[in-house]
């Protein structure tokens, strides 16, 4: 890879209003319009061909599940191996493509999403994973583009990292690809994250296997095409749905394995590590393996908060997109001073959401992404309803005769290690624990240490002595930590994301740190004028 191609600074992407009579508004309600009237069949994209498949798994509206969009056909065995051999086959053609050319694609893609694709991924993200529009505007076309351009930009910073050069010399760091092919296994949550699991290797020169989540498998596919219009070779990203394990097994026991990149549960990005670790002698290189996984994302107010501003950020750091972004706000830690204030002014704002189908607009919230999600929330909400050391403040309910829909939901605790502070629900329940104000430092090892994540978490206090406390204190227990602000909401190129702990490895997806798991650099030194006598000076007589 070299740097010879450099291109602007890049900037954000402006989040568009969708206003009523906005030209963005009438163009995504006649998109969401006609993606309900058709069913999109979800093919394997293998070389470029689409491979149908006698096993189907449909893809529903959670907020009407009666409404299909279409179905996934689950790859087979001998499309699994053939997305593979794609991938390996593709691998020389595209590691020799100059940054520049690998770029031009991505640079491209960028410029369709916010332009004529925009409407299209917004609208099968809202559709299938039940956003509404603001949610998949900042995600499906916002964080999408920034990852698309931003990674460019940031392989070009990479590619001009060059060690020195001594008189007689060169020294080149060579940014090759790994060897091999990468394995990305998205979640259902973003759509930007599913893109950018896939194109972040592939700038860099790999090929790449996609197994998307089914939930999200109808934007992921549209993105597909996208990359596709947008003129990415054939056999650079295959798009391999299917069932998770069966793919997942048969593609672990490649030996051309380079790297899997792979956001999801904690449980999953274990399995997959696991069985990496028993197939480890038969793989040509060790692989590197990039995972963002679980939280319990924290907000922790001290006694000098405002308490406006800190009930803002509880409800939209807990309950936007249901509560099902990994860095939503879990668990919260409320002097009891500052409780009553807050507590009245979350619920007055509670009661006033509105829920239901995203295309309307006036909702805030839709339904949570499957069946299989609902169940286990409303368990613990079930649960929670019969446990006397908690307390219902908000919500608690959860209604699936038309969509899977939780109710917004505020849950007081007495026992700070309750299993409602410490596991993650991934849907819309915010656990509360009231502390006495002198307590503080307390509080601050028991957030550190009540969950096993480390993903997000924020501090609210206008006590800069406060503060620089909680920094310090919790600087291993988020690897994205906010002062005043909501945990959630990470923009691409200003807080790279991800965290420790079992929250993944932290490799901070929207920066050159993750970029570079995805290079094997090869140090190249050329002598100009080599010696032409073995002896040194002090070896004269
Ligand atoms: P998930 O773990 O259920 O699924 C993720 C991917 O793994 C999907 O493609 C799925 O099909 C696949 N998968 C499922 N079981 C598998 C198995 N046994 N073997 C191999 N692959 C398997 O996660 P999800 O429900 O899609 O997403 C929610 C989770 O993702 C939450 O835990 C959330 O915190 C996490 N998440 C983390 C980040 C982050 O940056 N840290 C971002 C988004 C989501």
Redesign the pocket.
């Given at each position: 890879m070299s740097a010879n191609n450099l291109h602007p600074k890049t900037t954000n992407e402006t989040v568009l209003a969708y206003a009523p009579g906005s030209a963005e508004r009438t163009a995504l309600i006649a998109e969401l319009a006609a993606q309900q009237t058709r069913q999109v069949d979800i093919h394997a994209v293998v070389n470029g061909e689409r491979i149908a498949s006698g096993s189907h798994t449909d893809v529903c509206a959670p907020h009407a599940h009666a409404r299909k969009l279409g179905r996934v056909h689950n790859a087979e065995a001998a499309t699994i191996h053939a997305s593979i051999d794609a991938a390996v086959a593709a691998q020389r053609d595209w590691a020799n493509a100059s940054l520049a050319e690998r770029s031009a694609v991505f640079l491209r893609a960028a410029d369709l999403l916010a332009g004529p694709w925009r409407a299209r991924l917004n609208a099968a993200t809202m559709l299938g994973q039940g956003k509404t529009c603001y949610q998949a505007e900042i995600d499906a076309a916002c964080e999408l583009i920034d990852f698309l351009r931003f990674n460019v930009q940031f392989a070009h910073e990479i590619a001009n990292g060059q060690p020195l050069s001594s008189p007689g010399m060169r020294n080149h760091l060579e940014y090759r690809p790994l060897e091999g092919f990468v394995y990305a296994?998205?979640?259902?949550?973003?759509t930007a994250?599913g893109g950018n699991l896939a194109i972040a290797p592939a700038l860099m020169g790999n090929t790449v296997v996609w197994?998307?989540?089914?939930?999200?498998s109808l934007s992921n596919y549209l993105f597909m095409e996208l990359l596709e219009a947008a003129g990415l070779p054939q056999g650079v990203i295959n798009f391999l749905p299917g069932d998770?394990?069966a793919?997942?097994g048969a593609v672990l026991a490649r030996p051309e394995l380079a790297g899997i990149h792979?956001?999801?549960?904690?449980?999953?990005?274990d399995?997959?590590w696991g069985e990496v670790g028993r197939n480890v002698s038969r793989y040509r290189s060790y692989p590197r393996l990039v995972g963002?996984?679980?939280?319990k994302d924290f907000v922790l107010a001290h006694a000098s908060a405002d308490a406006g501003t800190l009930a803002v950020a509880l409800l939209r750091g807990a309950f936007e997109y249901q509560g099902?972004?990994?860095?939503a706000a879990s668990r919260a830690y409320i002097p009891a001073s500052l409780w009553p204030e807050v507590r009245d002014r979350l619920v007055a704002m509670v009661e006033t959401i509105r829920m239901g189908d995203v295309t309307d607009f006036t909702n805030f919230m839709g339904a949570v992404?499957d069946r299989r999600?609902f169940d286990r929330i409303a368990g613990h909400l079930q649960r929670a309803a019969a446990d006397s050391g908690v307390k219902l403040v908000a919500g608690g309910r959860a209604d699936d005769s038309v969509g899977y829909f939780i109710a917004p939901t505020v849950l007081e605790v007495s026992d700070p290690r309750h299993t409602l502070m410490e596991t993650?629900l991934?849907g819309p329940v915010l656990s509360v624990y009231v502390y006495a104000d002198e307590h503080w430092p307390e509080v601050l090892s028991l957030v550190d240490g009540t969950s096993p994540y480390a993903?997000t978490g924020a501090v609210f206090a206008t006590d800069r002595a406060a503060i620089a406390q909680a920094s310090d204190a919790l600087r291993y227990a988020a690897g994205n930590f906010y002062i005043n602000d909501k945990p959630t909401g990470a923009v691409v190129g200003q807080q790279p994301?991800?965290?420790a702990r079992r929250?993944?490895t932290n490799d901070k997806?929207g920066s050159p740190l993750n970029l570079l798991r995805w290079v094997s650099p090869r140090t190249v030194k050329e002598t100009f004028v080599p010696p032409a006598d073995y002896r040194y000076p002090h070896m004269a007589a």
């Open positions: 296994v998205t979640p259902f949550n973003f994250i197994k998307p989540a089914a939930t999200a998770p394990v793919v997942s792979f956001t999801g549960s904690t449980a999953v990005f399995t997959l963002e996984t679980g939280g099902q972004k990994c860095s992404i999600a993650e991934f993903l994301f991800g965290g929250s993944g997806a």
